[in-house]
């Protein structure tokens, strides 16, 4: 296998994607091993005159976040090195795992309630032992 750096990859289809590739080699045929693929699309703001970008999953339901992707797919591929956008894409896959971590939480884990059940609960037990004792 050879080293893993960041690139975009335009595909057959026309899309165009964000990903850590991994090149590799199997069964005499070369595979893009995609590690959190995203598209990104430049957004313009035209009353405040600003542009920004928009980060999405690839494919944006897939409980998996590393894909294959076959050569004869793509059209071209090119390194990336730009920092700020290497930032911004580390950003985005920090929020997206903390999203999944969050979506994942269970009694076990000590996950009894959302703050609203928990604010209800308490309220009930506040008015409950607030009343004087005659």
């Known amino acids: 296998m050879e080293e893993e750096f960041y690139a975009v990859i335009k595909l057959i289809s026309g899309e165009e994607i964000f990903s850590l590739v991994m090149p590799s080699e199997e069964n005499g045929r070369m595979l893009l091993i995609l590690n959190n693929p995203v598209t990104i699309e430049t957004v313009i703001i035209k009353h405040m005159g600003m542009q920004g970008y928009k980060i999405d999953p690839w494919i944006k339901f897939a409980d998996d976040d590393t894909f294959l992707l076959d050569m ?8 990336v090195n730009d920092e700020d956008l290497l930032e911004m894409y580390g950003k985005f896959i920090s ?3 903390i999203k999944k971590n969050h979506s994942q939480l269970s009694t076990e884990m000590g996950y009894l309630s959302t703050v609203a059940e928990a604010r209800i609960k308490l309220e009930k037990l506040y008015r409950a032992t607030d009343k004087p004792n005659l």
């Open 95 to 97: 929020q997206q795992n």
């Open 72 to 79: 004869d797919k793509i059209v071209t591929m090119s390194e």
